[in-house]
């Protein structure tokens, strides 16, 4: 039998595109401002349980030309927890530290990680490769910068993204793997973003009627790099895979256009004699950490396992 998404999922899958398929006959255009709109609006309507966190501080990081803003989650102030960077999805052209607010209180909280968000610069205004600067930039300074804060936290760094922002996750892994002194202990890519020239069997098979849509990830990846970058040269998929890289969980979901590129990334870091795990949903769909209310269960087993996997356990 073929496998279909989750239960939960189906009558909201059919209403979405029933919408946008009337809307699209009414002349609809899909611009930047409204796929802001439309995940800020997902993410409110059924990211509802939502935890208090002991401190949230806002903050800069300076990093170069742009200061990049940064929010800080400490679930217990008065003890030194590791640091976890977290980088928020959006296909490099939507999704904030606002949007994202929730997740990270449940990460914070789940995963007993001291939690910092930065709200990278995004596409078209800010096309690649500013995004990967300022996150680049966030990864070198926060340990400086919340010493200098006297937040508490333990000397440890490890870094999580989802979709565009676990494709970001995966550049700093490739990028600083060859700076001695600035090891990144864990990452967490969650239905990550990695293969930019779409090569994969997922693309197609998965291309329509699950919510992102394969011609929506052509248009945020032309909107995100200007004209003439090799897109397969800054894939993280075709990246160089040393045993310096750190070890890694990626989580994929079945209904997802970006699943077989997540599989073959965890293949790779395991060649390169890293530690890596693949935990795949096959009733899911992309960006279904932001439905939660609709798929509680499947959000408590990741943000379960995300912190089993970030504490060193088995999950």
């Known amino acids: 039998m073929k496998k279909k998404p989750h239960l939960s999922l189906r009558p909201w899958l059919r209403d979405f595109h029933a919408r946008v398929a009337y809307l699209t006959g009414m002349g609809f255009r899909q611009t930047p401002t409204n796929t802001r709109e439309f995940l800020a609006r997902l993410t409110a309507r059924y990211v509802t349980k939502i935890p208090e966190i002991a401190e949230v501080r806002d903050d800069l990081a300076p990093t170069g030309d742009f200061s990049v803003p940064l929010r800080i989650y400490h679930p217990d102030p008065g003890e030194e927890l590791p640091l976890l960077l977290y980088f928020h999805g959006g296909g490099h052209m939507c999704g904030s530290v606002t949007v994202y607010d929730p997740i ?13 968000a930065a709200d990278y610069r995004l596409a078209p205004e800010n096309p690649y490769p500013a995004g990967v600067e300022d996150v680049l930039g966030v990864a070198h300074t926060v340990r400086d910068l919340l010493a200098e804060r006297k937040v508490r936290f333990k000397n440890e760094l490890s870094i999580a993204g989802d979709s565009a922002g676990g494709a970001l996750c995966a550049v700093v892994s490739r990028l600083m793997q060859f700076e001695p002194g600035r090891r990144i202990k864990r990452q967490v890519l ?59 969980l990626v989580i994929t979901a079945e209904f997802c256009p970006l699943r077989d590129e997540g599989a073959a990334y965890c293949r790779k870091v395991q060649e390169a004699g890293v530690k890596a795990r693949q935990l ?16 509680p269960d499947a959000c408590a087993e990741t943000y379960e396992a995300v912190a089993a996997f970030l504490n060193g356990k088995d999950f």
Request: aromatic share 12%.
């Open 280 to 295: 795949h949903f096959d009733d899911m769909i992309h960006a279904y950490l932001c439905m939660e209310d609709l798929v």
């Open 104 to 116: 990270c209180r449940k990460l914070a909280a789940t995963a007993r990680h001291v939690v910092v």
């Open 190 to 248: 969650i239905y990550p973003s990695l293969d930019y020239t779409l090569s994969l069997p997922s693309v197609e098979e998965n291309a329509d009627g699950y919510m992102l849509q394969t011609d929506k990830i052509v248009w945020y990846l032309d909107n995100y790099f200007p004209r003439g970058v090799n897109r397969k040269s800054v894939s993280p998929l075709f990246g160089e895979f040393t045993d310096k890289l750190p070890e890694t």
